[in-house]
């Protein structure tokens, strides 16, 4: 199924109905039409800030984030391409090289944060064996709970805590 998605969002991704019912559409980024993806893809570039306006609103709240997590599944099937799940992307006009996310203009110029997250340390790169979203739950335990989100759901806990 996913395949055959696929196939159709190269013949008509951009399409304003297709971008209107289909999800992966608005996720769809052609290295071969990017002035197309930037002008008619209704989510990714505007929350990317791929425009030529940049909303300072979607940068300042990644900024306050304490960490921004990404985990890449190195067997990824249904993200392509894989490094697309840490920023990294095809080269415009092709689908063989990729541009790690550090030598991208979204990075370079900040568009996001990305980059101010990751001079400051709160950006975090990781990886897991395995496809899309396919984790145990021993890791994401022991790796995103324990991990990142323990000590804000213990403030969270110690705020409503203080409340009562």
């Given at each position: 199924m996913c395949n055959y998605v696929r196939e159709l969002l190269d013949i008509g991704a951009y399409n304003e109905w297709v971008q209107?019912?289909?999800v992966q559409a608005e996720y769809w980024h052609d290295p071969f039409n990017e002035e197309e993806y930037i002008s008619d893809c209704v989510f990714m570039?505007?929350?990317?800030?791929?425009?030529?306006?940049?909303?300072a609103t979607y940068k300042e709240n990644l900024i306050s984030l304490n960490k921004f997590?990404?985990?890449?599944?190195?067997?990824?099937?249904?993200?392509?391409?894989?490094d697309s799940e840490w920023f990294g992307f095809y080269i415009p006009g092709q689908?063989?090289?990729?541009?790690?996310?550090?030598?991208?203009?979204?990075?370079?110029e900040d568009w996001i944060?990305?980059?101010t997250l990751d001079n400051s340390s709160r950006l975090e790169f990781l990886s897991v064996v395995g496809d899309h979203l396919q984790f145990t739950d021993q890791w994401f335990n022991d790796?995103?709970?324990?991990?990142?989100?323990?000590?804000?759901?213990?403030?969270?806990?110690?705020?409503?805590?203080?409340?009562?």
């Open positions: 209107s019912f289909l570039p505007d929350i990317n800030n791929y425009g030529p306006t940049k909303n997590v990404m985990v890449k599944f190195t067997l990824d099937t249904m993200v392509q391409p894989i689908d063989d090289e990729i541009l790690p996310l550090q030598q991208s203009a979204i990075y370079t944060g990305l980059q790796t995103i709970i324990f991990g990142y989100l323990n000590n804000t759901i213990m403030d969270v806990a110690t705020k409503i805590k203080s409340h009562f």
